[in-house]
């Protein structure tokens, strides 16, 4: 599906809510019924909450298991209450945060015969990337070639990330990439960058 400017105000709305909801606070009614047909379609979704310009929480992987509302509102707990990188958020906090989510594409197995031809594959800027080795399974958005990037080096923190060597490499290990569309609170408008249909 591909998704409007006008989805990505809903889908921030929605995870605000939940949040909202769980702390007790009174939640505002939906923008959009969530009985519209989009938001009941299976979708992978990703949600990320900062405070101050800093990380406060962040939960979501592919792939689509259930109904993107559902699994938005999954994430946007999942962030608030259950990164065990952070203590739970406040009802002090919420106002505050500001809120990300990605919707992601389904995802797309690399084929390769060594480490150079897999890197070659990969578009900076444009994919997520998703690493598998055994027990091992970790994924990096797209908006983390803002930090690193250069291929080699955006892959290496990626399984750095996974619990695995930055120079690891093995016939075994699975590369998935997947593209998103994002939405983000930006004080008091919504931002929306555009990507390939998801």
């Known amino acids: 599906m591909q998704l409007s400017a ?7 709305a929605e995870a605000r809510a939940a949040m909202a909801a769980q702390l007790g606070q009174p939640v505002l009614p939906a923008v959009v019924a969530t009985a519209a047909a989009w938001l009941r379609q299976p979708a992978a979704t990703h949600v990320t909450l900062t405070l101050e310009g800093k990380l406060r929480g962040a939960a ?9 509302c559902e699994d938005l509102r999954s994430n946007a707990l999942a962030a608030a209450f259950h990164d065990p990188r952070f203590k739970a958020i406040t009802s002090n906090e919420l106002d505050a945060l500001r809120i990300e989510v990605s919707v992601l594409s389904p995802l797309e197995t690399l084929q390769w015969e060594d480490e150079a031809g ?3 594959q990969l578009r900076p ?37 996974g619990g695995l060597p930055p120079d690891f490499w093995d016939a075994t ?9 994002v939405w983000r609170e930006e004080h008091d408008h919504i931002q929306h960058n555009e990507a390939p249909h998801v």
């Open 173 to 181: 290990l699975t590369l998935r990439r997947f593209t998103t569309a």
């Open 6 to 12: 006008e989805a990505g105000r809903v889908l921030l």
């Open 118 to 120: 897999a890197l070659a």
């Open 125 to 161: 800027g444009i994919d997520g990337v998703m690493v598998e080795y055994g027990h091992h399974r970790n994924l990096f958005l797209p908006q983390m070639w803002r930090e690193f990037p250069d291929t080699a080096l955006f892959v290496g923190n990626l399984k750095y990330k």
């Open 60 to 68: 979501g992987a592919p792939p689509a298991r259930q109904a993107l």
